[in-house]
């Protein structure tokens, strides 16, 4: 079996389904569970619904509300043609929406507004695309099932960025999902959202309809996973920014995984670990040109002599710098750092030591207060905001010389405050200034990849 999961702009109108069912259907054969992401922007919208409704702007909330409801209908009636089909999808967003719009009304009224409850608002986006498109496809003669992802992804109780409990989730996608595989039938589930073991809404932190992807691929031993979304695949830079940027046709987990945790959108961070575990095959593919042959994402891509694959970026990173003299030649001193981010649940990126200093970065700032008042029990602490972490990425690079030379002359004029050669040995991270971010990627993608370096490996967007 294989899994398809598509993104937000992939079924963002009517015609975006078509083409989802169209995609779906030639792979029929490969008995595909098809994971679905709400239309595009729907997540954003139902957030700052509830962000409005608790600074008592409950007209605002309800009217972006009105106007996602909208959007829904405009799908289905352009989707479906069946009447009884449209109407029963009309009345259930309906009921969806009103829902909401309770419980928008209720946070006004109580000045709350709970991860808990993001969550139970972030899911319903993903719950009404999921509802259309199983609809679409059956219309269509296909043997579509819906299956309620909440009943498979079972995961802790971190709500808005929840982690999976597979122990859970190798029973329930046995239990709910194979038999009607058996049967030939069409699994259709959402991405992102799933229940805690008490049965409550949750959801795996934003974009994380890859992560639910690569969660059933592995449990299901899937043969494939697909990512279809709006570019040709993994590309050298955010096509946003380097708009020169061309398709990596393969490239490896390690790579991929650098990648996507250092800011390369297309994929969630998590995406690739459950993947690797079993070894399976991920490819990212353009749902607006079906045809064209994506990314594959594999463990041992063949040795190429490109040293330089892609260029990543995140903005919004926090450094703080630890100095103390007791560090000199103490022991124990990088365990008494580690245990204050570990106490306050603070993941760390980037580090640099020096004999009387630690440099960090972290881009969860949520217990920075308390982060920095635990490290002032025995150190100084100085933090830095709006920085920007640039990573270049590409298997090759530690036995490659010269590369380091390349990328420092390409940023001559701008400040490196942190520069971290991953102990990976596939990375070269920098922190510069948020403000510089783009102009850097720019600049090395100038440097690496125009013109590119060996054609055998990359393809311009638009090939086929
Ligand atoms: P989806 O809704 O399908 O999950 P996303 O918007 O999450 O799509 O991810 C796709 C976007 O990721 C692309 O449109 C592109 O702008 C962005 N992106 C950033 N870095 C890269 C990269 N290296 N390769 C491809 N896309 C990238
Ligand atoms: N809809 C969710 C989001 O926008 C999940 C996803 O699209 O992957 O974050
Ligand atoms: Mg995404």
Partial sequence: M??????????????????????????????????????????NTLLSAAELALQGKIEEAVTSLNTLYERHVLILENLIDTRSTVQMLILDT????????????????????????????????????????????????LPAELVDARKVIITDDQFTSAMPLFNYIEDTAKATIQPLLENKK????????????????????????????????????????????????????????????????????????????????????STILPAVKKNIPVVVLNSQRPNASGTQIVANPPRSNVAVKAIASKKG???????????????????????????HKTPVDL????????????????????????????????????????????????STAGVADRIFRALSDINAMMISQGASEINMSLVINEQDVNEAVKRLHAEFFEPVPEMALFETIGEV
């Fill in 351 to 398: 580090v640099c030591t020096s004999e009387v200093a630690v440099s960090l970065t972290i881009d969860n700032t949520s217990r920075l207060d308390q982060v920095v008042a635990g490290l002032e029990e025995f150190a100084e602490v100085t933090v830095y905001e709006q920085k920007a972490i640039v990573c270049i990425v590409g298997e090759q690079m530690h």
């Fill in 2 to 43: 294989i899994i398809m999961k598509f993104g937000g702009t992939s079924v963002e109108d009517a015609r975006a389904m078509k083409n989802v069912i169209d995609i779906v259907e030639r792979e029929r054969n490969r008995t595909p569970v098809v994971v679905v992401s709400a239309i595009s922007g729907a997540t």
């Fill in 186 to 269: 069409i699994v259709v589930t959402q991405g992102f959202i799933g229940s805690t073991t008490k049965g409550i809404t949750s959801t795996l932190g934003r974009g994380g309809s890859d992560y639910s992807a690569a969660i059933l691929g592995s449990v299901l031993n899937a043969e494939e996973i697909q990512i279809w979304t709006d570019v040709d695949g993994v590309l050298t830079a955010d096509p946003r920014i380097a708009p020169a940027a061309k398709k990596l046709k393969i490239l490896s987990f390690k790579e991929a995984s650098e990648l996507a945790y250092f800011g390369a959108r297309v994929l969630h961070p």
């Fill in 317 to 343: 990173i926090t450094v703080i710098n630890i100095q103390s003299m007791r560090m000199l030649m103490a022991y124990g001193f990088l365990e008494s750092i580690f245990s204050v981010f570990g106490k």
């Fill in 94 to 141: 309906r009921r969806r929406i009103d829902e909401l719009k309770h419980l928008c009304q209720s946070i006004a009224v109580l000045g709350e507004l709970t991860k808990r409850s993001l969550d139970a608002i972030a899911s319903v986006g993903e719950r009404l695309s999921s509802l259309i498109i199983v609809e679409g496809m059956k219309e269509r003669g």
